[in-house]
């Protein structure tokens, strides 16, 4: 009996050092206790509140070391004078809420942010407005993680001397949401992350990438937009991912593209909007995708397929007036599609059950031309090419003879956003 009533107490103890019984509130003002955040900071216990009031703040290099909530009250302003990192939380439980930070140093040497994360838990970052900056939030070997609600806009005008406006670097179980990130150079960006979900976000105008990933496994994003970005999104090397409900808008340019697969296998791609890219979906050595309920409008290609993809359903798809639907690159195919709507496609439907009679062959030989000689698209309106596409209808010799779509719908596909 004697030894579970000392178990019991060094369990209370143990309690009590991780949560104390009350947290006390440090404020911060130009007439408080504590006229700088770096000093409200080092003086606070763990699980106090730093209380900034309203103001600008010219700090840099406050660093957080313990269990603490920085709270910002009427959106106080801290300056970083382009001096260096401003913010860099290096314990679990800890929120920062509620700040615009400016003018983070810029170097070629060290990836100098807003607000870092290294090595922490339970973080949560919101409600921040994040300007001229280098890389915005950037977290580092961190998990259970929140980003919510932040806004960030950079002035990126090369990718060389630029950061990224999200960064997740090694963490696992984070949730990116309801961010507006603009004007850098990717907008989003992970790299060996895990069971991240990335949802509601806004990822434009910015140089390189909306969203970025590289090497990272069992990931969703959702209902986020992706326009004006030197390239929509960009999914490589990864497996498991769930892409549902995106829009992806007007992103243009020679090597442009809505969505870039490389090297992607086991995924899912549905509900989502490809509208004015110059390619919809590029894709490439990727396998086993379920490619569904999706909208193609409007784009130069709406799926640009490069070779070793094997195993794909494209299956409710909407293709509409897009320049090509389907591009190929060889004769082979391994692909299915089935029941999809072709704003393109002149076929019969007799019997009235809202299939057409006829199958449709989505590749054209002109996309294939195009492919290997890209100046002829200035021909693309020309008569000549409707003759050779039409033999090529006839008489497949140079694209896939059975890829084809069996049951092409005569209207096009409603689809629920709720899916």
Known sequence: MKKIYSIALVLLGSLMVCQPLSANTLEVCGKCDYTTISEAVAAAQPFDTVLVKQGTYAEYNIGIVKPLTLLGENNPVIDGQDKGEIITVQSDDVTVDGFTVVNVGTSYTTDYAAIRVVKSKRYTIKNCRLERLFFGIYLEKSSDGVVHNNYIQGDAVNEYNSGNGIQLWYCKNVEVTGNTVKN????????????????????????????????????????????????????????????????????????????????????????NTFEENTVGINIEGSNRIDYLHNDFKNNGWAVKVRGACYANIFKFNNFLYNSFDISYN????????????????????????????????PVKLFSYIVNRTPETIILLRSLFIDIIDFSEKVSPVFTPDNLLDENPQMKPIRHDTNR
């Open 184 to 271: 850098v150079r990717d907008g989003i960006y992970l790299e060996f992350s895990d069971h991240i979900d990335i949802r509601d976000n806004k990822s434009i105008d910015n140089l390189r990438y909306g969203l970025h990933f590289m090497f990272s496994n069992d990931d969703s994003y959702t209902n986020n937009l992706f326009q004006n970005n030197g390239a929509g999104v960009a999914v490589m090397f990864s497996k498991n991912i769930e892409m549902k409900n995106n829009v992806f808008r007007k992103n243009w340019g020679t090597a442009a593209f809505g969505l870039l697969l490389k090297e992607i296998n086991d995924s899912e791609i549905s509900g």
């Open 330 to 361: 060889s004769k082979l195919n391994d692909n299915g599609f089935d029941r999809n709507y072709w704003s393109n496609y002149t076929g019969y439907d007799l019997n009235k059950n809202g299939i057409g009679d006829v199958p449709y062959r």
